[in-house]
């Protein structure tokens, strides 16, 4: 399935949408019963645009996810080691995204600025296995793409962080460039909503 959306803000409220006009699927996890939407795709087209939406219930957490990749907690976030700080063989770590970033100032036609978020070694079997999983970026058109795969996302919860950080990564990069904008393809294994959030999404709605 595969959605477009203006901004964060029309976005998630057109996401939580989908869970009321589609069948999800009714799925029983060990943090409770949850409607889940796997291999859901949300074209984002103006990531420039940082507004949270009206609604959504948890901004202290938008704060917190940022902070993890442009502020004070990025020593301790995981998230932040493996996208800013990836350890490589030999001990030395690596800006992926920096680097993805500086091919394709030297080649703006790469295929190849890709990131890796996941490390089977430590997130296979893992308690909290990172997600996003990883990306890449291209320059299309006019425009900087950043391509970005989740492992799983709730949707009620940490979709909106988790975009609106990457949205401002992305919105940064293509001004380096010298781009005229950017857009985000954001693809998820499992984009969900739990049960108690569903009724009170849907009594918000009515």
């Known amino acids: 399935m595969e959605l477009e959306v203006a901004t ?6 057109d996401v939580l949408s989908v869970f009321s006009r589609g069948e999800p699927a009714r799925v029983a996890t060990r943090h409770g019963i949850c409607f889940d939407i ?15 939406p009206q609604g959504y219930l948890y901004p202290e957490l938008i704060k917190d996810y940022r902070d993890r990749i442009f502020g004070e907690q990025r020593e301790s976030s995981l998230l ?28 703006e036609h790469s295929r190849s600025a890709v990131f890796s978020m996941w490390r089977p070694e430590e997130d296979l079997g893992g308690r909290f296995p990172v997600s996003p999983v990883g990306g890449a970026l291209r320059i299309v058109g006019d425009d900087l793409v950043l391509f970005l795969t989740a492992r799983s996302v ?4 940490g979709f909106v ?6 949205a401002q990564l992305a919105s940064d990069a293509a001004l380096a460039l010298g781009l005229r904008g950017s857009r985000i393809c954001y693809h998820s ?12 999404y849907l009594a ?3």
């Open 8 to 13: 964060v803000a029309s976005g998630w409220h």
């Open 189 to 200: 294994w499992s984009m969900h909503l739990y049960e108690v959030d569903f009724l009170t």
């Open 38 to 52: 796997p291999g859901l795709t949300v074209w984002l087209r103006n990531p420039a645009d940082l507004t949270p």
């Open 204 to 206: 918000g709605a009515r």
């Open 154 to 157: 709730d949707v009620w919860v």
């Open 161 to 166: 962080p988790e975009l609106l950080t990457f």
């Open 80 to 107: 932040y080691q493996r996208l800013r700080r990836w350890v490589a063989a030999d001990g030395s770590p690596i800006d992926q995204f920096e680097q993805a970033t500086e091919m394709l100032r030297q080649d």
